[in-house]
């Protein structure tokens, strides 16, 4: 698998789920890391410390919202001055909001284009001339299943990443004679506190014990009857990393239990 000895990677959203997976992934590889997100002070400086001695690799944090394009810009620079450079950037920080589209709040609509689309364009433009520089990059996008195919009552989530998948093509395209690459990943259902919420909502709504509404939810959508690891999506994000994957270009890499099979 790929050494990543000497590389640093930004991974936006790292301080749960699947973020998180993929900064263990990428640092038990080697990579520094910058470390973002919300969450509590003291529980994140933890984080911090405990990735950093288990895989003795710098780490830092950077709390930029990643619905502010300054503060985007700020986390990309923060990670060169602390930490040389941006190598691999993995635009991973994402939220959810679920209602029909005609009773859509329009700030549910701004929030999730925001952070779950403009974000990427953001960072990506900001961490570029950094790996031109180096002359070599990573891009990863996580986008969704739902980057692919629609459900009912997310307009603005399937929104936000087909426009991932669209971004990832472009990026990879105008990249394509570098040694820089840009794919997305699109994960089906993974069992992250985002994914809870809805599990939560389905309890709720139709009166079904925690088990039961699990079982549903994948029934729905995802053949296998099983959830996605954020491990598992660590080593897809792993493996783009590699010199095996230096001509998967502008791909959306689907792992989502045969959800898009469908
Ligand atoms: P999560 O809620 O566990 O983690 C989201 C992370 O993003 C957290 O670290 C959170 O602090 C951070 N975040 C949220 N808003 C932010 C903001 N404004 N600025 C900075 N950080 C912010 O969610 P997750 O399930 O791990 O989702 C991660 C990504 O994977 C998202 O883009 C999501 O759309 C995508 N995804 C998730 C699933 C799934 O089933 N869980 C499936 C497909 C795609």
Known sequence: MATLKGKVAVVTG????????IARALGSAGADLMLNGFGDKAGIETLRKGLASEFKVRVGYDSADMSKPAEIRQLISHTVSELGSVDILVNNAGIQHVAPVDEFADDKWDAVIAIN?????????????????????RIINIASAHGLVASANKVAYVTAKHGVVGMTKVVALETAATAITCNAICPGWVLTPLVQKQIDDLAKRENLPPAEAKRRLLAEKQPSGDFVTTDQIGALALYLCSDAA????????SIDGGWTAQ
């Open 14 to 21: 790292s301080t749960s789920g699947i973020g998180l997976g």
């Open 117 to 137: 689309l403009s974000a990427d364009f953001h960072a990506i433009k900001a961490a570029l001339p950094h790996m031109k520089k180096r002359g070599w990059g």
């Open 246 to 253: 230096a001509q998967i270009r502008g791909a959306a890499l």
